[in-house]
């Protein structure tokens, strides 16, 4: 595997380096001893998956408040998602950037999102399946958001927002969230 460290600082674009042969291929998409000397986490507590069945749908963008924070390993197994994360740790450098990365199954890409980041993703086609491990179990009184169209973050979304819940399409501004 190569670890690509971001502008982010703590977070990670993971890429699975396949062997092929003429039965096709063979990757890790995780080991504890690369994760370990890359000093990752290693400790995944629930897998999960998402289904969107809509080009366009936006989920996001969620996180959890200490000590229930999250570090979260996202792959895109189906379809590609344009995924996004902001950096809202109070301390850092980079407080309230963000990035954004394409994930697919084509490219294999992971992303490596530490404690303190706020994750969300928009589907770049129909029937996108997403899957994520993560280092925590979910606490819904832990669970807060902010909004994925908030002008402090100004994130540039590659298609217009389709499908969203509503809760978050009403998550708060970040001026009256008090993240």
Not at 98 to 105: F, G, K, N
Not at 110 to 116: A, C, E, N
Not at 145 to 171: C, N, Y
Request: glycine share 6%.
């Amino acid at each position: 595997m190569r670890f690509v460290e971001t502008e982010l600082s703590g977070a990670w674009i993971v890429e699975p380096e396949p062997v092929g042969d003429e039965r096709g291929s063979f990757m890790r998409t995780f080991c504890e001893n690369e994760f370990t000397a890359a000093g990752l986490e290693t400790r995944f507590v629930q897998h999960s998956q998402s289904h969107s069945a809509q080009k366009g749908t936006l989920r996001g963008m969620h996180f959890q408040l200490p000590p229930h924070g999250e570090v979260k390993l996202v792959s895109c197994i189906r379809g590609a998602i344009c995924d996004v994360i902001i950096d809202m740790r109070p301390s850092s450098p980079t407080r309230h950037q963000w990035i954004a990365v394409e994930l697919s199954p084509e490219n294999r890409r992971q992303l490596y999102v530490p404690v303190g980041f706020a994750h969300g993703f928009q589907t770049l086609t129909d029937d996108a399946v997403v899957s994520y491990l993560i280092s925590q179990f979910y606490v819904p009184q832990a669970s807060v958001g902010v909004r994925f169209d908030d002008p402090a973050f100004a994130i540039k979304w590659p298609l217009a927002p389709g499908t969203m819940s509503e809760r978050d399409r009403a998550w708060p501004l970040l001026e009256a969230a008090d993240l």
